[in-house]
């Protein structure tokens, strides 16, 4: 089966500036997860959707980072404006569920992004 | 809030030593997963542990679900230069999974 699709694989742009990341999750895979991961620490998740539906942003910094899930399969995730603090490796996981159980997030290779 | 701690933070073997490293939680957990992630690469979902007491091996690669269910281990017998990367573990919260800091394993050839 194809893996979860990200892009871009590298964004670099100056503070203040906006930018999107793109996630296309694993077909049939219902519940999509946004994570931050600074170099040296383990992922933080962002934001979780179930369907198209949020199921938790608690630690979405939501004055500046928006995400969508409109139709229940892919996925946008954007920061206006960003800040220093910022860069960081932006993964897209996804995993088979329908309600909340145990299963395996699936990886995408991430988006390296680069604050100037 | 939940927190999840790992130790090592750090580990250097020679190839061919084994390897533990720990999980640890503030909390009773419902389940724990782990995943592997190499250098510039993306977390690889290795194993879940849902069970008190829990043990389940995958070649070289042993895990352990402790019996309170707060902590787990995963321990590589016999490391291979392959095994580079960092171990995370990823505990259960409300709807969502919470990683540990993660253990960063190199290994000399």
């Known amino acids: 089966e194809a893996g979860v699709a990200q892009s871009p694989r590298y964004k670099i742009i100056e503070k203040r500036q906006s930018v999107a990341f793109w996630c296309n999750p694993i077909?049939?895979?219902?519940?999509l997860y946004w994570y931050q991961q600074i170099l040296g620490q383990g992922p933080k998740l962002l934001i979780q959707f179930q369907n198209n539906g949020v199921v938790d942003d608690s630690q979405l910094p939501k004055d500046r980072f928006s995400a969508e899930r409109l139709k229940g399969v892919d996925s946008t995730l954007k920061i206006q404006p960003a800040k220093l603090e910022d860069s960081a490796v932006y993964l897209c996981a996804s995993s088979l569920t329908r309600t909340y159980s145990n299963q395996p997030q699936h990886f995408g290779d991430g988006t390296r992004l680069s604050i100037l | 809030g939940q927190q999840v701690m790992q130790i090592p933070q750090y580990q250097h073997v020679q190839e061919g030593e084994d390897f533990t490293t720990y999980c640890n939680s503030s909390?009773?957990?419902?389940?724990i997963q782990w995943y592997k992630q190499r250098p510039g690469g993306h977390p690889v979902f290795l194993i879940q542990l849902v069970k008190s007491g829990e043990v389940k091996k995958q070649k070289r690669l042993t895990f352990q679900f402790g019996e309170a269910k707060k902590n787990s281990s995963l321990h590589i017998t016999a490391t291979q230069t392959t095994d580079v990367g960092t171990y995370f573990c990823a505990v259960s919260g409300t709807y969502k999974y919470i990683f540990g800091t993660g253990t960063r394993l190199k290994v000399l050839a």
């Open positions: 909390t009773t957990l419902s389940n």
């Open positions: 077909s049939g895979h219902a519940t």
